[in-house]
């Protein structure tokens, strides 16, 4: 069993994979070294992303290894024709389109304008989405805005691909349409709904006459907030072109969202709060060298356990990993409680027990569909003026 992690980058999944799942060494079969000596895995936890996950997850599957993600939320992941070794501890994009779309259907609105990312995911969930609305009332005229400029990918070294100004002549044409639009959905990525709403509030598409039904992304206007503080990558991504989150006041954005709506995940059990969370926030680097262990990519700094650190370290994302690699656990101990061979748990056998087990995890009650998807409840969350969000139930 081996955990890959490729910094959501395709290249080094594709290279990190095909030596997990061929193994390593002199034998027939594997990558050739004649120091390395590393036996083929039975199962695979990552990737973060969708795009290496799909990669890893295809490459895996003539060889009939399980991949479990942690955070890959890509609609098409569910489709077991393509990726029958694949399963998620994170719920699938598909969960938050049937919210959305349920959402629109039980209010009879009429006409909603869908924000679309040019990146596989939001694509692919507003496709289904539409789809999914028009089979429960083809009166709804799901109007399509597609956002030419995806910053999802973006990072330093490639910084100055983005020009907010591409973002703003977006915003710009959507405020043209006639009747002047008032609901709205945005399945578009962490990433991209930073410098998508500043557009919109930019353009009079923010405020008490205008509805908005977001995803998870929304929910958690304090992980934005959080992130201009404490980290330095996002900080600079969003002082560029013009769009500066900190001139930006983001603490008060639930006033621009006046009783809009956002659907979160309910991704929080009780072992978070218990066990997990007071962990993190307690660990030092010295319990790390204590422990007798430094990360291979260098020595353990103080400034990794700082409150940016413990913020990104007791994020919902290792959570959801840990409950991944407890999957794996669950599966193998329930197939030897039942009397299977040890070297008899791979395969079909070891994916069909991942599918079965059910156990609480971390981030609460953990269990899967037949086609790996995990099984959860949304919370429907409510902006409320000059307060944080309340709950919708």
Known sequence: MSLVHTGCNEELASRDSLRMIRGVGMQDGRLYSSTLNLDPVIAIS???????????????????????????????????????????????SMSEVTLVAELIV??????????????????????????????????????KMVVGHDISNLRLDNKHLYNYSKVKEFAAEVAKNQPEPRIFTGIMGTFNVVPILRAMVENGLVGSKRFWILEDTLCRTDFFISKDLTDNNFRELNNLQGHRAGDF??????DYFKGCMCGSASIIGPHLHNMWLPFWSSLTAADIRSAGYV???????????????????????????VDGMLAFLVAVGNLLNQGVEAAN?????????????KFEGITGPVGFTQSGDRLSSFDIKSFQP????????
Request: net charge positive; hydrophobic share 40%; proline share 7%.
């Open 46 to 92: 990552g990737c973060l992303c969708d795009g290496p996950t799909k990669i890893t997850a295809d490459m895996a599957r003539p060889f009939k290894i399980p991949v479990l993600s942690p955070s890959a939320t890509a609609v098409d992941l569910s489709d077991k024709s393509k990726y029958p070794y694949f399963a998620r501890t994170v719920p699938s």
């Open 106 to 143: 039980k209010f009879g609105w009429k006409r909603v304008v869908q924000i679309v990312v040019t990146n596989d995911r939001s694509t692919a969930a507003n496709a289904a989405l539409a789809e999914r609305v028009r089979a429960a009332d083809p009166k709804v005229d799901m109007i």
């Open 249 to 254: 006041d983001w603490p008060f954005l639930s």
């Open 295 to 321: 990360p291979p990519e260098g020595a353990v700094e103080d400034s990794a356990f700082d409150d940016g650190g413990k913020l990104f370290l007791s994020k919902n994302t290792y959570a959801l990993r």
């Open 345 to 357: 748990i791979r395969r079909d056998v070891l994916i069909k027990a991942m599918f079965d087990a």
């Open 386 to 393: 000059n307060t944080t969000l309340g709950h919708v139930y």
